[in-house]
């Protein structure tokens, strides 16, 4: 039974800064890639970002790239997502979600289990 739990949500205000976190309760969590998507209200859920099992690769959406950081720390099955530079638009539920794959996917469907998710609101 895989479970993915994320925190570290809340509300800032425009150019400040969160720090997501996903505990994952997975035995063999190093064989899994991890990655973040978004939702905003009414609208499809997105990539936000990933990385591979071991750590040594990612891949970002663009409109996130070079604001936001994916890492993993494989000995605490724990995979964070740091967002600086924030902006209203980033406001969204934001979820982590996890493949046992050896390879980084961005499309939800390639993902098997997800996390209950943890809002991030931007003020202006």
């Known amino acids: 039974q895989v479970q993915l739990v994320e925190s570290g949500g809340g509300l800032v205000q425009a150019g400040g800064s969160l720090r997501l976190s996903c505990a994952a309760s997975?035995?063999?969590?190093?064989?899994?890639?991890m990655a973040w998507f978004r939702q905003a209200p009414g609208k499809e859920r997105e990539f936000v970002a990933t990385?591979?099992?071991?750590?040594?690769?990612?891949y970002y959406a663009y409109s996130v790239k070079g604001r936001f950081t994916i890492s993993r720390d494989n000995a605490n099955n724990t995979v964070y997502l740091q967002m600086n530079s924030l902006k209203p638009e980033d406001t969204a539920v934001y979820y982590c979600?996890?493949?046992?794959?050896?390879?980084?996917?961005?499309?939800?469907?390639?993902?098997?289990?997800w996390g209950q998710g943890t809002q991030v609101t931007v003020s202006s």
């Open positions: 979600a996890a493949r046992f794959t050896s390879t980084i996917y961005s499309s939800p469907s390639q993902y098997n289990y």
């Open positions: 997975i035995r063999t969590f190093s064989s899994y890639a």
């Open positions: 990385i591979t099992r071991t750590g040594g690769s990612t």
